[in-house]
């Protein structure tokens, strides 16, 4: 029986769920009975593979089965229901988990997932609501996020890093929304700081949205390390994140500044072929910049330059 528990263990951990769901049953079948712990290695399987129907299906069936919840249960299921998209069922399983015995165990981990699900699904001010209505669980952390937040939007960015430092120090977890916003405030002046905090944000599993992306586009352009914004831009592509208005145009401005225009033109034609449209600022930029680029035009075909008015006439 052994070899057929590590098998399924094998299947799980390779995102082979369904395989492993099917030696699950053969195993009952053999009386070797599952336990709570067999089955949140499935549900985690589950969500890790993004069959998150398939990881509330579990779930349910271990109730039908007589196995208790635990609080690996609870959290595995929600940071995957909240991390695909799933809301409305993340918080199902969170009031469920409020409701038993198990509860929270007073720790943060299931509301942090909530607060990540509403950030990435862009709705902030909802994310921010819940973070203070967790205040009456964990007044303490909550109370130093806000502190944070508050700090960041007031320019105050030392007494910032200061809080933060303090939550790192006793071994705390910051949410994104402390993330996001600190990055945010770093960019003020603090790339390396900002960069090295983002990083550090995804290394937590929390990935951020385009405009935190282009916040640090926007830094680096300001203060000249347009080689740094481009490497960002790049690993945005990778990482599948959408680029938007915010992504080019600081670029395609630092770029025309520089005198970089064949660079500029280049993620200008991007932004058009990707139906992005350049603010003013950037129209502005390359037109000044190509009408100062005498020897870029002479070695252009006529087609390429055509190819450009014609995009400025249709906007």
Request: aromatic content about 10%.
């Given at each position: 029986m052994l070899w057929l528990i590590t098998l399924w263990l094998w299947f799980c951990r390779l995102g082979k769920v369904?395989?492993?769901?099917?030696?699950?049953?053969?195993?009952?079948?053999?009386?070797c009975l599952p336990n709570v712990d067999t089955y949140n290695i499935l549900i985690s399987g589950c969500c890790e593979s993004e069959m998150l129907d398939l990881a509330l299906d579990l779930f349910n069936e271990m109730k039908t089965d007589g196995i208790n919840w635990n609080f690996v249960t609870y959290d595995t299921l929600i940071k995957g229901l909240c991390s695909g998209g799933r809301m409305e069922d993340g918080f199902k399983i969170l009031e469920i988990m409020e409701d038993s015995k198990e509860g929270s165990r007073g720790r943060l981990s299931p509301y942090d997932s909530v607060l990540y699900g509403l950030y990435k699904e862009d709705q902030l001010d909802e994310a921010l609501t819940f973070m203070t209505q967790m205040g009456r669980l964990f007044p303490r952390a909550?109370?130093?996020?806000?502190?944070?937040?508050?700090l960041c939007e007031e320019g105050a960015i030392e007494d910032a890093k200061v809080v933060f430092g303090q939550i790192l120090g006793e071994g705390g977890v910051p949410n994104v929304l402390v993330y996001d916003h600190l990055i945010h405030g770093f960019c003020g002046g603090y790339m390396r700081e900002a960069f090295e905090l983002m990083n550090e944000m995804v290394g937590c599993?929390?990935?951020?949205?385009?405009?935190?992306?282009?916040?640090?586009?926007?830094?680096?352009?300001?203060?000249g390390m347009v080689s740094s914004a481009l490497k960002l831009i790049d690993d945005m592509v990778v990482r599948g994140c959408k680029l938007d208005t915010g992504s080019y145009n600081p670029l395609v401005d630092a770029l025309c500044r520089k005198g970089d225009?064949?660079?500029?033109?280049?993620?200008?034609?991007?932004?058009?072929?990707?139906?992005?449209?350049?603010?003013?600022?950037?129209?502005?930029?390359l037109l000044l910049s190509w009408c100062q680029e005498t020897s870029w035009l002479a070695r252009q075909n006529m087609y390429q330059v055509n190819y450009l008015l014609q995009q400025i006439a249709e906007i």
């Amino acid at each position: 029986m052994l070899w057929l528990i590590t098998l399924w263990l094998w299947f799980c951990r390779l995102g082979k769920v369904k395989v492993g769901h099917r030696l699950l049953k053969e195993m009952e079948r053999k009386g070797c009975l599952p336990n709570v712990d067999t089955y949140n290695i499935l549900i985690s399987g589950c969500c890790e593979s993004e069959m998150l129907d398939l990881a509330l299906d579990l779930f349910n069936e271990m109730k039908t089965d007589g196995i208790n919840w635990n609080f690996v249960t609870y959290d595995t299921l929600i940071k995957g229901l909240c991390s695909g998209g799933r809301m409305e069922d993340g918080f199902k399983i969170l009031e469920i988990m409020e409701d038993s015995k198990e509860g929270s165990r007073g720790r943060l981990s299931p509301y942090d997932s909530v607060l990540y699900g509403l950030y990435k699904e862009d709705q902030l001010d909802e994310a921010l609501t819940f973070m203070t209505q967790m205040g009456r669980l964990f007044p303490r952390a909550v109370g130093r996020s806000l502190r944070i937040l508050s700090l960041c939007e007031e320019g105050a960015i030392e007494d910032a890093k200061v809080v933060f430092g303090q939550i790192l120090g006793e071994g705390g977890v910051p949410n994104v929304l402390v993330y996001d916003h600190l990055i945010h405030g770093f960019c003020g002046g603090y790339m390396r700081e900002a960069f090295e905090l983002m990083n550090e944000m995804v290394g937590c599993g929390y990935y951020p949205l385009a405009p935190t992306f282009n916040a640090l586009i926007s830094g680096f352009c300001r203060q000249g390390m347009v080689s740094s914004a481009l490497k960002l831009i790049d690993d945005m592509v990778v990482r599948g994140c959408k680029l938007d208005t915010g992504s080019y145009n600081p670029l395609v401005d630092a770029l025309c500044r520089k005198g970089d225009f064949q660079k500029a033109f280049g993620l200008f034609s991007q932004m058009l072929e990707k139906d992005i449209a350049p603010d003013s600022s950037s129209w502005n930029s390359l037109l000044l910049s190509w009408c100062q680029e005498t020897s870029w035009l002479a070695r252009q075909n006529m087609y390429q330059v055509n190819y450009l008015l014609q995009q400025i006439a249709e906007i």
